[in-house]
């Protein structure tokens, strides 16, 4: 009974929670019923429409699946899955043995209209390959985005705007969290900001596919051998966000109230990130299985990397950025060497979180928090850098995407990651305690074949200014490469008006980059272009195959024998054309002549008895026979064709139907001429 609850209550409730988790979602937490559900439910349907409706309406019955399919699309996610094309395919091959099984139990195959129905297929993939091209390329309309999960980060506080909370008297050394089990190199991340509206880094709300604000219930996946095992005991309770590692498989709460807490846990599948959006006052102490990979590779591998194709919120632009990651990428050709760049810039700059180090009387002046474009301006175009990971985080980030590379800030804890933050080094299970004091903020930039890589651009905490070093530092400027002399030219007429053109800062020329979708749309054409080659290829084949067995119909064998193929092109044309329904097999060629329609029928009775006068007739037809005979074929072909659209007779002048020898070898003997050729053959 207790299982049998829990599948009803499931039942009703997984799809709230389907639609409220982030795509893909596994088999655990019920997730499951809703596919089986929909799975049987179709089957079920279809069954029963085939077996209750008549025979004329039994195809209705294919509208089960496809509800089925277009449900699972709605209740799906925005973007499709990467092995969603393997899936489509294997479906489509199995509908189709299914239908050529049925068809040849039913003893209702024809080869000929199967190759119709394939061609008709393929026309219609390029056609939607093509258009799909052309179409603008945007993400589905699914249920789940018009179901706002009940956490928007747009309802709370920048997550930095509160970074020098921690360097404070009251949380400098007070234990934020204890972490066991962190793998080497990896951080703990508070949370992942990607828009910049040149006030405050904050998470964008209402995202889509890598929006740090795309926030849902965490869909439990299956955690394999690969996955490590953190266990976390968060003492900061003043924040909605959760520390976490890497990407979250599954999270394990210890507390009595573990089940409530699960169900306000919300996840960010593109950063990782956590929140939990309730009113919490004491200590958290959970587990995350997590895929934990290495989040710096070696720097001659992002040097040759290029920008990674992500799609990020707007950032605001600082002018005193813009010329700093100008001036300090010079020479860099990749968006890796550029990332590089602008860390190894920036680190030449000064520690300084405004707690100790120059007062309101030095020469540097007083180091203010925050973060906007007028704090960053004092940064990069005061005398000298002086800030803490905050300023310089976030001074990165915007010379990145100044750039055009895709950069996020992050904030949380990095042990072992330079010396703005983070203890050095944790013991050797991997067990680290944080406190205020080793609050820390870095980049990630995204680099084709890396993902999100972190730089750590803060200087080390022991680089202090002090009275001697408060001598401006050289900064580089771009080498303009110097124009050769110009020979003298003989002024303008005064009568001219000319104005001089404006002189502007040296920036480096940035070729313009091909958007993705002219990549895309190019692709989808060269796609859709081959298979319309493709079809035309066949077309032309079936084409020349007809005119080359007509040509053979008419002038090879006796005369008896070309009467008898020149019966056998009529009934093509017919066929060809669809005027009449498919004759029985024991039909003569007179009760085949007789379904002909009313303008041709005369015609095609006198055909049928000139050759059943060939092939039964005590006289042998001569030759004259045989070209007279073929004289009036063409003059049936041609009354045939009248009236008729002219798609329509293209159509049946490119059906491959009539190729295709169909029927007994007794029935195929018929068309020479025989004891047994009283039928009209295949």
Partial sequence: WASESWLIAGLTAVWRRLLTAPAPVGAGGGFGLAPFLLAHVGAAVGVSLAGRLPRRRAPWAAAAPAAVLVASLVLGADRPAAGLA?????????????????????????????????????????????????????PRLVVR???????????????????????????????????SGLPDGATVKLAVMDRFDGVVWNVSGGGQGEAS??????????????????????????????????SPLAVEFADDQGRQLREALRLSPSTGALALPLARTGDVTYTIATA????????????????????????????????????????????????????RFLRTGYYSDGQEGPGEGSALGQVLAGHGADRLTALLGGEAMVGDAEQYASAMAVMARSLGLPARVVMGFAPGRGGDGGPAEGSADGSH??????????????????????????????????????????????????????????????????????VGSARPAVPPAVPAELGALAVSALVAGGLVAALAAAALVVACAKAR??????????????????W????????????????????TRLDTARRAPGAARDLLVALAGQADAAAFGASTPSDADARHHWRRVELAERVLGEGLSHWRRLRARLAPGTLVKRGCPARRRGETGGADSGTIGG
Wanted: hydrophobic share 45%.
């Fill in 145 to 179: 985005d018009q179901i706002s999960p009940p956490f928007d980060p747009r309802d709370y506080p920048s997550p930095l705007s509160a970074y020098r909370r921690y360097l404070k008297a009251d949380l400098k050394s007070k234990v934020l969290l204890r972490v």
């Fill in 292 to 343: 934990w990979q290495d989040y710096r590779p070696p720097d001659s591998a992002i040097a040759a990397a290029e920008s990674g194709a992500v799609a990020l919120p707007d950032c605001a632009q600082v002018q005193a950025a813009d010329l700093a990651a100008a001036a300090a990428t010079v020479g860099a050709a990749t968006a890796g060497a550029q990332a590089l760049a602008l860390e």
């Fill in 86 to 138: 393997a899936g489509l395919a294997v479906g489509l091959a199995l509908g189709l043995g299914a239908l050529v099984w049925a068809a040849w139990r039913a003893q209702t195959w024809q080869p000929g209209r199967a190759v119709a129905a394939a061609a008709a297929l393929a026309l219609g993939a390029a056609a939607g390959l093509g258009a799909g091209g052309l179409a603008e390329q945007r």
């Fill in 568 to 587: 056998q092109q009529v009934v093509g044309r017919l066929r060809d054309l669809r005027l009449a329904p498919v004759p029985p097999p024991s039909a």
């Fill in 213 to 246: 604000g795309n926030f849902g219930r965490l869909a439990e996946v299956p955690v394999d051998g690969q996955a490590q095992s953190v266990d976390l005991e968060n003492h900061d309770a003043e924040t909605v966000w959760l520390y976490s590692v890497g």
């Fill in 549 to 566: 067995r007509r040509r053979h119909r008419a002038r090879d064998g006796p005369p008896a024998q070309r009467i008898a193929a020149g």
């Fill in 433 to 502: 305690t944080f406190t205020g004091i080793d609050m820390s903020a870095w980049v990630e930039v995204n680099l084709d074949g890396l993902g999100w890589v972190g730089f750590f651009p803060t200087p080390d905490r022991q680089d202090t200014p002090s009275q001697a070093q408060e001598q401006p530092r050289p900064r580089p400027r771009p080498q303009v490469a110097q124009p050769p002399p110009v020979e003298a030219r003989p002024s303008a007429p005064p009568d001219e008006d000319l104005e001089p053109a404006p």
